[in-house]
């Protein structure tokens, strides 16, 4: 930001305390947090001339395969974005395949038979009486997992600790 301001370190401070119980907030709920927060206001009416505000600070940095993973034939998935494109989907749509929030995991949120849920939820009686729970993923995500199988984790060779003697 150009200096040590000392308003900084306290807007810190209320934003880890506003999202200590969240595992990932979306960029809205950041948004928002910032548009609602005094102590921001204030700064930025305080600065305006010397602040700048962009809607994205920082770009995410470009993933790179390792020098091992440079042979295989795998596609070139450097971004997010890169991926969300791989699979045929909307940026929004992957953060919501890939449940950042922890969503799926909350009970009493969604029944299990909710169109938000990503599995179907069944189960069989064993031989010995206990109960197994048989989660399958619903048709779009199987496809995803599917693709990932196919295009990347069948095209990486096995390490030499796992292949017999």
């Given at each position: 930001m150009g200096r040590k301001w000392l308003w900084l370190s306290p807007l810190a401070q209320r934003y880890a305390e506003s999202f200590a119980d969240k595992?990932?907030?979306?960029?809205?709920?950041?948004?928002?947090?910032?548009?609602?927060?005094p102590g921001f206001a204030q700064a930025i009416e305080k600065y305006r001339h010397e602040i700048l505000l962009k809607t994205r600070l920082v770009e995410a940095h470009p993933m790179q395969p390792v020098a091992a993973a440079k042979a295989w034939s795998l596609p070139a998935i450097e971004s997010m974005r890169d991926l969300a494109e791989w699979l045929h989907l909307s940026e929004s749509e992957l953060e919501w395949f890939a449940d950042l929030k922890g969503l799926q995991s909350k009970p009493n949120l969604q029944g299990a038979g909710s169109k938000l849920t990503h599995y179907h939820y069944r189960t069989l009686a064993k031989k010995s009486g206990s109960l197994r729970l048989i989660e399958a993923p619903k048709p779009h995500l199987k496809q995803i997992q599917r693709q990932i199988l196919s295009d990347i984790l069948d095209c990486i060779p096995i390490h030499p600790a796992h292949l017999p003697f």
């Open positions: 595992a990932r907030p979306r960029r809205q709920e950041v948004e928002e947090f910032l548009r609602t927060d």
